[in-house]
């Protein structure tokens, strides 16, 4: 059984990439670089991460997909951080350079399939976190959201996000993966917190944190969100269907009682 | 800019220093009071679409509006919350029998002042609680004074405050051409609510309302659209009049109104071009004290859904009204979609071979949608499809396996079961429908 080793980063899979054709050696197996040799495997090869041959692998796909936005497939799978992605992305990159035509939309085909599937995933929850962060204005003018999506799906969120609150400054954190990214008014740059205070173990403000007035917006917003919803047609399976419950915890208009229950 | 919170990481420095608006905070138990009643009041309208507007950030300005629609939240009735719905004011002169806010109702009234209104839409927006505004109000001594007043809140939010994001504005039944005008300049998407299908029966529960009032502003936003696309044909810097269109909405079982009259309104409405959306308002019996209105126990939730399903059907399926209802079936079905009624009644075009049938044919297949029949389109290229592979590209075959041949052996199609057979094999009998308590005795019901 054929082994690769390398960085598990998404430059260090297309350099694996990269290797294999040059060495027409095509691995069984994709490891980590401490990850233990897996039972009947050869000697591993190791791929030291070359951000040359990552680019070169990466146009070679441009060229060889007609429509770019395909191979956003690609980055999302990898986002998504499901242990068999790399294996399942670089089986995918073999089928497309090898088929002479244009691969990419044949769904026939379970890699193909799986892909797309995991990109749908992936979409979702980034347009998840577009509609259902909440910014809380914190005392030093910092608009602040943290939660926890299923999927790394932060960077995805970004062009949205930058063009919309361009002129404020604001904090996304992932507590789940413990970063986040701070937008200074130019750019977001990604943020990590040696010893992370409370508020970004939580995704909650205390009163001080606060600033002024931040408590009665978060109070308008509640009464509103009670207020707008039509009690003659009161529908708990479809919001809950709409709102996945892994987001309340971090709502601001779900009444507290309800945020804990469904973590 | 206050005390140290922790939030800024260290090391990070700010350059541009950003701008911020100047904040009051009046915002008070009187506002909080104010919010309530309004936003009480306005929530019986059902559109809340923020899409249709694509627009960029611009500098010194606040926000975007994204081209697809986003939902911030759903209330505990399940519908989406994507703009801020208020009315400016709750009260009215008019007494229109569907209405909560009609003046014979004793219920709070209350009214935002422009600066609340604005101040509670910018900084809801900071926030990402919501898309952008949508406003509507009760009438107010004229329609023209009232639309004067919630064409100074959107201009406001436009002009002084730079808001750069979604405005949905109700104009006002009756108000006169210039206000429109000036509002289809500020707001994304305008509508004017026809309520009632048929003008008899607006009129006898709406006694201050006809067609005219309603459709006259209808014509005022279709005249800015065209105008405005030709304007930017020749100018590219010419203004946009309402670049999301104009939207509507009827009630529905307030009158004994069929399917086929307001389909057949709809399809009318929707050949022309600024029409984007028609929605339908399953009717709340509220005023259970005006005999006029039937009193339903509940809204007619299915009728309203197969409504939708219509509607769908003529904005993406190629369909034509007259194929939806006729004359013989002026009603939609309620225990059956309207596509797969029209293929019950025409079993001639099928069935359908999903290897060679054109986009068209397969959008008429009963259980294949847009994204299904694109995605056979997709798939067929690489090889002759079967219901495995039907299956495995995500088609759902409950209906559509009646419907369609595939590269396999031939299953039995609705030619071979027939219609009815079709439809017994799909529509469950309700099983709380039979009380089983009571012995049937074989009298036949006169």
């Not at chain 1, 990109?119 to 910092?142: C, H, M, P």
């Not at chain 1, 970004?158 to 904090?171: C, G, M, N, S």
């Not at chain 1, 413990?178 to 200074?184: E, I």
């Not at chain 2, 507007?53 to 989406?80: L, P, V």
Request: with cysteine; net charge positive.
């Amino acid at each position: 059984m054929r082994v690769f080793r390398y960085d598990k980063t998404f430059e260090g899979l297309l350099t694996a990439v990269f290797y294999a054709y040059t060495r027409r050696q095509f691995p069984d197996v994709l490891i980590g670089e401490n990850d233990p040799l897996p039972l009947f495997a050869d000697e591993p090869f190791t791929v030291c991460t070359d951000t040359a041959h990552a680019e070169r692998v990466w146009k070679g796909l441009e060229r060889k997909v007609r429509q770019r936005e395909l191979l956003s497939a690609l980055t999302a799978a990898w986002l998504s951080e499901l242990p068999d992605a790399d294996t399942l992305i670089f089986r995918y990159i073999r089928k497309i350079f090898d088929y002479p035509g244009d691969f990419a939309y044949n769904l026939g085909d379970a890699d193909v399939l799986r892909l797309n599937q995991i990109w749908r995933k992936v979409n979702r929850e980034s347009s998840y976190v577009i509609q259902f962060l909440r910014f809380q204005k914190t005392a030093d003018g910092i608009y602040f959201a943290a939660l926890a999506p299923l999927y790394d799906v932060l960077p995805l969120t970004l062009p949205h996000l930058t063009d919309r609150f361009a002129d404020q400054l604001w904090l996304l954190y992932d507590i789940k993966r413990g970063y986040g990214y701070f937008y200074d008014g130019k750019k977001p740059e990604e943020v990590r917190f040696a010893d992370p205070p409370e508020a970004l173990r939580t995704g909650k403000l205390s009163a001080e944190q606060m600033a002024e007035g931040e408590k009665d917006f978060q109070q308008l917003w509640q009464t509103y969100f009670q207020a707008t919803a039509i009690r003659e047609r009161l529908n708990p399976r479809l919001q809950r269907q709409n709102l996945p419950a892994r987001f309340w915890p971090y709502l601001v208009e779900v009444p507290s009682s309800n945020r804990t229950a469904s973590r | 800019m206050g005390k140290y919170t922790g939030f800024r990481p260290i090391g990070v420095s700010f350059g541009r220093k950003a701008v911020f608006l100047p904040e009051i905070y009046a915002m008070n138990a009187n506002v909080l009071e104010k919010l309530k009643i309004l936003a009480e009041s306005a929530k019986f309208d059902v559109s809340c679409a923020s899409s249709g507007t694509s627009r960029g950030h611009q500098k010194g300005a606040i926000g975007s509006a994204a081209g697809w629609g986003i939902c911030h939240s759903f209330a505990a009735d399940g519908r989406c919350i994507a703009l801020l719905k208020i009315m400016l004011t709750n009260s009215c002169m008019y007494d229109c029998a569907y209405c909560i806010n009609r003046r014979s109702n004793d219920i709070p009234r209350a009214t935002f002042a422009v600066s609340e209104l604005v101040e509670l839409t910018i900084e809801f927006y900071r926030r990402n609680y919501i898309e952008g505004l949508f406003l509507s109000s009760g009438v107010v001594r004229n329609p023209d004074y009232t639309m004067e007043r919630m064409v100074r809140v959107v201009k406001d939010l436009r002009t002084l405050h730079r808001f750069n994001g979604y405005i949905h504005m109700k104009s006002i039944p009756g108000a006169s051409e210039a206000l429109v005008h000036e509002a289809g300049l500020y707001a994304d998407r305008l509508s004017v609510n026809i309520e009632i299908p048929n003008e008899a029966s607006l009129q006898a529960l709406a006694p201050e309302k006809n067609f005219q009032s309603v459709f006259t502003p209808m014509r005022y936003i279709q005249q800015g659209v065209v105008q405005s696309a030709e304007e930017r044909r020749h100018f590219r810097s010419a203004p946009r009049f309402a670049p999301a269109g104009q939207s509507t909405q009827m009630i529905i079982g307030a009158t004994p109104d069929n399917d086929q009259s307001i389909l057949r309104l709809s399809s009318a409405l929707y050949r022309r071009q600024s029409m984007k959306r028609v929605y339908y308002s399953g009717y709340i019996h509220i005023n259970t004290y005006d005999t006029r209105l039937p009193a339903l126990k509940q809204a007619p939730l299915v009728r309203e859904n197969r409504l939708y399903q219509a509607d769908w059907l003529l904005r993406f399926y190629q369909f034509r009204v007259e194929e939806i209802v006729d004359d013989s079936h002026p009603n939609l079905e309620l225990d059956i979609d309207p596509k797969l009624s029209w293929a019950l009644r025409h079993p001639e075009n099928f069935p359908v071979d999903v290897n060679r049938a054109d986009y068209e044919q397969l959008l008429r297949v009963p259980g294949i949608g847009v994204k299904s029949a694109k995605a056979i389109l997709l798939a067929r290229r690489y090889g002759r499809l079967g219901t495995y592979q039907l299956k495995r590209i995500g088609v759902v075959l409950k209906k559509a396996q009646y419907f369609i041949t595939t590269c396999e052996l031939p299953t039995p199609t609705i030619q071979e079961i027939t219609p009815e057979g079709v439809r017994r094999l799909l529509v469950k009998p309700n099983p709380r429908a039979a009380d089983e308590r009571q012995l049937s005795l074989f009298f036949d019901e006169p």
